[in-house]
């Protein structure tokens, strides 16, 4: 426990003392994880076993207990000949490093889990105990053996224990049942915050692609930028060590929001990492598509750096989960660099670019100038014609329309009785510039009858208005239509005259 101070190791004493934990690598893996809070670490300590995990853990630690016992006894399983009850330590390139740093995990074979562990400890235990062990000896000497990518039976064992992490009922980062990329994207920076707090790099929400277009195909190149892809694993036991203390510290998470655009993807479902991959090949970044392939899931979470010069990507550096800050952001620095340096290659050829059509600019206004008094004379007949055109067009549009409705209108009055019938009242109507018209009408009819009758004729109400005989003259449009000649006490003979507002 060389890499604590004395009040981390007073608070871990204290802890293991309180709760009967005899893993101090454990101990200080779960006090880590809550910032040294040995109140929460404790509360935690104390609801797992409230729930039950005691019963849940004993089939887990028989089911690897079997397991190691079937490894052990094969030699290309990757374990060594090892007293029972000695101590195992996962690093990062899977040699026992016997550091006991808090990102290490131990376990002790052939133990049994105490009851106070987590059931994700457990599971932890497990993956290490199945995928990389190795012997406290030197790896030169003859009871070492290395791991077999290839062994069926390791690789049965990592997917039931990455079905036993996945069980508990943490939200994941990104469901399977996701329907859009925005959406998956929107999710994953929600519940990240939820698991690693507020302090984190700004994630783009939204598709590959329109970070890409953001980052790389601004307008301004000086506002382009790198483009870092995330891509988180919770089988990985490094991803909430590497996620809560590497990605969340200041100094990575100013980086990547400050100089990078930064995208994120969550590739715990093997669905979701297909879909990435393919993803990758539409954008045609096949260096990223060869390194993902490559690094085991054991080495997650994985930060791609990524540039692009002349709409070529290119995958400039990437951190692994058991990369600490000062390795993260070396290599963040580094991606700035490299693409700094293709952004002045770009800002030179601009300025090149920009040289040539200022020329080209010049020489195509001189050629505009010669020809500037055909063009617009040419454009002043043509807007004279098109005018003409248009002006006739909506006359002629409008004459149409005016003697639809006249027809319409027409078709649409009541019969005009004779002279000599009863109830009959006749009207001489007076037009503008016109000679008058004499329209009989039966008493019964409505006053709306006449106004028809001279909207037929081309005058309509909403132009003209219809004066009748009495002194002071009133119009008669202004009248209740829906009456009669005879309710409204119109004389057997009226004169009315059709005047323009």
């Not at 995208?263 to 993803?279: I, R």
Request: charged content about 30%; some cysteine.
């Amino acid at each position: 426990m060389g890499g604590l101070d004395k009040k981390q190791q007073e608070i871990l004493n204290q802890f293991m003392e309180l709760t009967n934990i005899a893993d101090d690598d454990y101990a200080t893996a779960v006090l880590a994880s809550l910032d040294w809070d040995i109140e929460k670490a404790f509360e935690e300590f104390q609801s797992q076993n409230s729930d039950g995990d005691s019963d849940y853990l004993q089939p887990v630690n028989d089911s690897l207990n079997a397991a190691e016992d079937s490894l052990r006894n094969s030699p290309s399983s990757g374990y060594s000949s090892r007293p029972s009850g000695s101590k195992v330590t996962l690093s990062s390139n899977g040699v026992d490093s016997g550091s006991g740093s808090a990102s290490s995990l131990m376990v002790v074979a052939g133990d049994t889990p105490l009851p106070s562990a987590r059931s994700s400890d457990v599971t932890k235990q497990a993956e290490s105990a199945a995928f990389e062990i190795a012997s406290d000896d030197d790896p030169d000497e003859p009871e070492y053996y290395e791991y077999d990518d290839d062994d069926d039976e390791i690789n049965e064992i990592r997917n039931s224990l990455s079905n036993c992490r996945n069980s508990n009922d943490r939200p994941t980062l990104i469901p399977s049942n996701w329907s859009s990329e925005e959406e998956a994207t929107s999710n994953f920076a929600k519940v990240f915050e939820d698991r690693y707090g507020a302090i984190h790099p700004f994630f783009h929400v939204g598709s590959l692609r329109e970070a890409m277009r953001e980052a790389f195909e601004s307008p301004e190149i000086i506002e382009r930028r790198p483009l870092a892809i995330y891509l988180h694993d919770d089988n990985s036991i490094a991803s909430n060590i590497f996620a809560g203390k590497v990605l969340c510290a200041s100094a990575v998470s100013d980086l990547l929001s400050g100089q990078y655009v930064t995208w994120a993807w969550d590739v715990t479902q093997s669905e979701n990492k297909d879909k990435f991959l393919e993803w990758m090949r539409e954008l045609h970044m096949y260096d990223v598509v060869q390194r993902v392939q490559m690094v085991r899931a054991d080495n997650y979470p994985l930060l791609l750096v990524v540039t692009s010069s002349k709409s070529q990507i290119q995958l400039v550096d990437y951190a692994t989960g058991h990369e600490y800050i000062n390795n993260v952001t070396d290599k963040l620095i580094h991606g700035l660099s490299e693409y700094m340096d293709i952004k002045n290659t770009d800002r030179k050829e601009e300025i090149e670019r920009q040289e040539r059509e200022r020329i080209r600019q010049e020489q195509q206004e001189e050629y505009e100038k010669a020809l500037a008094a055909d063009r617009a004379r040419v454009q002043e007949e043509e807007r004279d014609r098109q005018m003409q055109e248009e002006a006739e067009a909506e006359a002629k549009r409008k004459l149409s329309m005016k003697n639809r409705r006249c027809e319409s209108l027409k078709k649409n009055l009541p019969a005009e009785p004779t002279a000599t019938d009863k109830g009959v009242i006749t009207f001489r109507v007076r037009f503008p510039g016109g000679q008058p018209m004499i329209r009989r009408f039966n008493d019964s009819d409505s006053l709306k009858s006449l106004v028809e009758f001279i909207e037929s004729e081309g005058f309509f109400m909403e132009d003209y208005r219809i004066w009748n005989s009495n002194v002071p003259k009133q119009d008669i449009s202004t009248f209740d239509l829906s009456k009669s000649f005879s309710e409204l006490k119109f004389p057997a003979r009226e004169q009315v005259i059709v005047d323009e507002k």
